[in-house]
């Protein structure tokens, strides 16, 4: 297997080579260089693009920001990581737009080789080269224009409650993907994996929210017209359907509370790679919609012939670029095809495979020749068939109160 070719780039001396002795057991891992200036590091991608790029924030001249937004730019395809001691807000809120993580100085072997080989480890999951550039560019996903227009509302009245923000940036995916993002990928020094945006809202304050949402505006609008005919109210009631109901059968199968709230978490975020093709590519986005509901094949299988990926792949690879924890990560990647985890075990994936599979059987219950999308073969390895009756009955409870609301 190739290398994976890691470039390092800091302007202090002393700074590079304590990362050469730090990661020199790696060597036989990784391909790695190290150098001093952004210029210098453009020229090295130039010679041989790299995978990951590692890059210290504040640097002369070229500013590492600089520095990613153009690698962003020429290299879509390499994850773009910044390694920096500066911890003010103001280097922080510059770096949002092109950095995928921020580690802060010191940062010590095992964390930097987790989350570089991270970083690598995701090219597995999205092999379609094409599609990865595409999701490695995305700095935002779209938000609801309502919800949005709500949210800087209450964030410009004196009296804002933390309470009111984080219900309103918790009814849209696009808000909840990037607040994760953020507190996730230790851009505010928070050194735990966060999986729910109250906790997330709750860490980085009103202040913070306030500079992100209303001065970097890191939330965005979309043209509803210009998705695709992607419905971004109707994904987010399938999503937040899914997230309950994955929350209610892990808890079901009396799980520890990690896995009933890393479940819900990626229920919520399951199609959000939806989002991603959407925006990218919303001409082959409509022509494939209209191609599964004609076939009536899943739209996942029309995805994998025309992109050679699904929105599944899309999703995880954005998230996990993104910081976000791996549970989450492989519930989103394998729910549609959860015998491929290596996960052999009841997990947040069988909860969301299940969850969204039993909420597509009911939305579908009228159309008898629509297939569904359950693999019950995965289900009976697991030895929990005899379970379904009583998943069943949780989806069509959680249906039914979301449709008396």
Excluded at 70 to 83: F, N
Aim: proline share 4%; aromatic share 4%; glycine share 6%.
């Amino acid at each position: 297997m190739d290398k994976k070719r890691i470039l390092f780039v800091d302007d202090e001396p002393n700074v590079l080579q304590a990362l050469r002795r730090m990661l020199r057991p790696l060597r036989k891992e990784w391909d790695m260089s190290f150098v001093d200036s952004g210029e210098e590091a453009l020229k090295a991608m130039a010679q041989q693009p790299c995978d990951v790029i590692v890059s210290d924030i504040r640097m002369p001249g070229m500013s590492g920001v600089e520095l990613l937004e153009k690698v962003r730019d020429q290299y879509p395809g390499t994850a773009r990581i910044a390694l920096s001691g500066q911890a003010d807000n103001e280097a922080i809120f510059a770096s949002v737009g092109p950095v995928h993580q921020f580690l802060s100085k010191p940062c010590d072997a095992e964390t930097l080789k987790v989350t570089v080989g991270r970083a690598c480890a995701l090219h597995q999951l999205l092999r379609a080269e094409k599609l990865r550039k595409l999701v490695a560019q995305t700095t935002a996903l779209p938000s609801q224009p309502a919800v949005y227009n709500d949210l800087v509302k209450a964030l410009q009245a004196p009296d804002v409650s933390l309470r009111v923000v984080q219900e309103l940036i918790a009814r849209d995916i696009g808000m909840t993907t990037k607040v994760l993002q953020l507190v996730n990928s230790a851009f505010f020094g928070i050194r735990q994996h966060i999986s729910s945006v109250s906790q997330a809202v709750n860490l980085l304050g009103l202040d913070i929210i306030k500079a992100l949402v209303i001065s970097l505006r890191i939330f965005e609008q979309f043209d509803p017209q210009k998705l695709g005919g992607l419905s971004l109210d109707a994904l987010f009631d399938h999503s937040m359907t899914v997230g309950a109901a994955a929350k209610q059968i892990a808890r079901a199968e009396k799980t520890e509370r990690p896995v009933a709230d890393d479940g819900f978490m990626a229920g919520i975020l399951h199609d959000v790679g939806k989002l991603i093709i959407a925006v990218r590519l919303p001409e082959e986005y409509k022509k494939m919609r209209l191609a599964s509901a004609k076939s009536n094949m899943p739209l996942h299988v029309i995805e994998q012939k025309v992109l050679g990926a699904t929105h599944a792949e899309a999703g995880a690879y954005l998230l996990g670029l993104w910081g976000l924890p791996n549970n989450i990560v492989e519930a989103v990647a394998f729910h549609h095809q959860p015998a491929h985890s290596m996960t052999k075990a009841f997990s947040s994936l069988t909860a969301v495979h299940a969850a969204n599979a039993l909420v597509h059987d009911a939305d579908a219950e009228n159309e008898t020749d629509t297939p569904s999308l359950l693999d019950t073969s995965y289900v009976d390895a697991l030895g929990l068939s005899h379970r379904l009756e009583d998943w069943r009955g949780i989806v069509s409870d959680v249906v039914d109160r979301k449709e008396e609301q």
